[in-house]
């Protein structure tokens, strides 16, 4: 049996999040990082709803939400100064704000912290994975400490979450493919500020593009466009930042400057995302501008996908073909965000007076049109996660098959209201419609909590027989938004996994014994493909260390 069952490299928000869910299933997990700490320089500024859901997966999102600038959302201007578009979600059909502003390193601390609940789950900071023999059955890895010396150990996979000069994607060679960005940008993050105002500033002016985005305890980030000729040695400098800062708030320029940096951005993915026992995750996965504030909420969103499912086929309670479902649900999606970036960029980055003239124009006519106007302020614009080939039985319930289910509050009997979530466990789940006398036999073929849902006009008392029954929770449905939500795609029961996605449905006229059949069918389907994870001859990886310059 090896020492680990999951070595997880790098100790980002992917890393950490993937370690938290293995700990919450007790798997045996060993997270090695290269640097002596959680990051401490701020990058992600932007968190979104898909994210913080996971956080309360984690348990850990009372600490994330005190941390946070809950819903903000941007302001477009004109370089005559003029608002042409307004972004601001306010629906919250995950639980949680579309985007709230939050600080990395605050976060990474949290998700640190977050592992001492688990016993099974070992931390090496100041410690590089530097070599990989996968052996088909196992990997055995190299560690090596900053005193460079060496440690075998062994794991059954290894969840790579090095971040975007990933080694182990390098040693694997595995090719990214898209593009390099031309733009540079400068980006700087100030302390004290007392401006009031919530929501994201952008600047699209083509003589310099520019955003200032707020951020907890009185923090604002700036990003400015490097122009062509522009040396980053001299945009750098504090005279000419402060400068730039200037021409849009005197008090901004005034502020303490705590960082200020120029980053190349690009817009890419890898080819594949697993070879052998080893999981590509996060930035090694994939790079993506930061325009839509996404690359840190696509990685925890592979760390939630992965996860799961590697605690389960190491628990047996699932096939090991359920690993070839990370990469066919979420590479597609990681994609998609990146080209959103890439076209949220080119609103940004006008190239000319006439390009920035004819986008604004555009936006201004959209307004004028609810439905359009709408989609844009509400985010709609946001490729959601939908899973054709994966985990998911489709067919009943097609609309909700491979989505990510609402969350709603709902009401127990002892007449609290609580987030739907925070009743289903870390598992799966069964979410059913109570319809009296109808299928509430227990199910057996996967552990799940089962969640019976009353109408808001009923009374607890005569579901509750029916619940009792088939060890489910009676919640009172306070919004009618569940109902509406099954019972508008004709299902009676969605089966959602432990990322609170739709597995499966069940038909409202399906016979007594269907949610079981519903169940076999997942498992069946976590059972299908060709073990990919053997190999006839062991590869060895050698993991390059990244060198400024190379
Ligand atoms: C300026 C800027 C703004 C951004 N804004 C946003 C935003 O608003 N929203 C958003 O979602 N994202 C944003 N991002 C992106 C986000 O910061 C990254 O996507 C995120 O940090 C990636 O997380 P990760 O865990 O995959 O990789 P990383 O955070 O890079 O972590 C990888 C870790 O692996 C370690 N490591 C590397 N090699 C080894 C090895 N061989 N052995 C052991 N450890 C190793 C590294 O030391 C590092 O700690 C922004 C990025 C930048 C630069």
Same mark, same amino acid.
């Not at 996968?134 to 055995?140: H, I, L, Q, T």
């Not at 930061?290 to 996404?294: C, K, L, N, R, T």
């Not at 690993?323 to 999606?333: C, I, N, V």
């Given at each position: 049996m090896s020492e680990f069952q999951v070595l997880i490299a790098?100790?980002?928000?992917?890393?950490?999040?993937?370690?938290?869910?293995?700990?919450m299933f007790g798997i045996r997990t060993l997270l090695v990082e290269a640097n002596a700490s959680t990051v401490s320089e701020p990058r992600a500024v932007s968190i979104d709803d898909e994210s913080l859901r996971s956080m309360q997966y984690l348990g850990l999102i009372d600490e994330v939400r005190s941390h946070i600038v809950p819903g903000y959302g941007s302001y477009y201007y004109s370089a005559s100064g003029g608002c042409f578009a307004k972004v601001v979600p306010d629906i919250m059909e995950f639980g949680h704000p579309r985007r709230s502003a939050f600080r990395q390193p605050i976060l990474e601390g949290q998700l640190r912290e977050g592992l001492k609940r688990f016993p099974s789950v070992q931390t090496r900071f100041r410690t590089r994975v530097h070599r990989i023999i996968?052996?088909?059955?196992?990997?055995?890895v190299e560690l090596r400490g900053e005193d460079g010396?060496?440690?075998m150990v062994d794991a059954r996979y290894v969840a790579a979450c090095d971040g975007a000069r990933s080694g182990i994607r390098e040693g694997l060679k595995i090719g990214m493919s898209g593009s390099t960005y031309d733009q540079r940008w400068l980006i700087v993050d100030l302390v004290g500020s007392t401006d009031r105002f919530r929501h994201t500033r952008v600047y699209c002016d083509p003589a310099r593009p520019a955003l200032a985005l707020p951020g907890p305890h009185g923090t604002r980030r700036y990003e400015f466009m490097m122009l062509p000729g522009e040396s980053a040695e001299a945009l750098v400098e504090e005279k000419r930042v402060r400068e730039l800062l200037a021409r849009h708030s005197a008090e901004d320029a005034g502020l303490e400057i705590v960082r200020?940096?120029?980053?190349?951005?690009?817009?890419?993915?890898? @080819? &594949?995302?697993?070879?052998?026992n080893i999981f590509l995750a996060g930035d090694a996965a994939h790079l993506t501008p930061?325009?839509?504030?996404?690359g840190?909420?696509?990685?925890v969103r592979d760390a939630h996908n992965l996860a799961w499912k590697l605690a389960l086929a190491l628990r047996g309670e699932l096939g090991e073909g359920v690993?070839?479902?990370?990469?066919? @649900? &979420?590479?597609?999606?990681a994609w998609s965000l990146i080209q959103m970036a890439v076209k949220m960029g080119r609103v940004m980055m006008p190239m000319s007076p006439w390009n920035a003239s004819f986008t604004q124009w555009g936006f201004r006519a959209l307004s004028l049109y609810p439905p359009a106007r709408d989609y844009v302020m509400q985010m709609k614009y946001k490729p959601k996660p939908r899973f054709d080939d994966g985990l998911v039985v489709h067919g009943v319930g097609a609309e909700l098959c491979g989505r990510m289910f609402i969350q709603p509050m709902v009401e127990t009997e002892a007449v609290r209201q609580v987030a739907l979530d925070d009743l289903l466990g870390n598992g799966f789940a069964l979410i059913e419609l109570d319809q009296p006398g109808v299928d509430a036999a227990p199910v057996s073929t996967l552990p799940l909590r089962r969640i019976r849902v009353i109408r808001r006009e009923e009374r607890f008392v005569a579901a509750n027989s029916a619940a009792s029954n088939s060890g489910a929770t009676c919640v009172r449905d306070v919004s009618g938004a569940i109902e509406r939500t099954l019972s508008g795609s004709g299902v009676r029961a969605v089966v959602l996994r432990p990322d609170r996605y739709v597995a499966a449905g069940v038909a409202i006229d399906a016979a007594p014994g269907e949610t079981d059949r519903v169940l076999q069918a997942v498992v069946a389907l976590s059972q299908r493909g060709a073990p990919t994870g053997v190999q006839s001859a062991p590869v060895d990886i050698r993991v390059e260390e990244w060198q400024p310059g190379s």
């Open positions: 790098g100790a980002g928000p992917t890393g950490l999040v993937a370690a938290n869910i293995l700990g996968d052996r088909g059955d196992s990997v055995s010396n060496a440690e200020r940096v120029v980053y190349r951005f690009h817009a890419r993915i890898a @080819e &594949r995302w697993r070879a052998g930061p325009f839509a504030g996404q840190m909420n696509s990685g690993l070839d479902t990370y990469e066919s @649900e &979420r590479k597609a999606h």
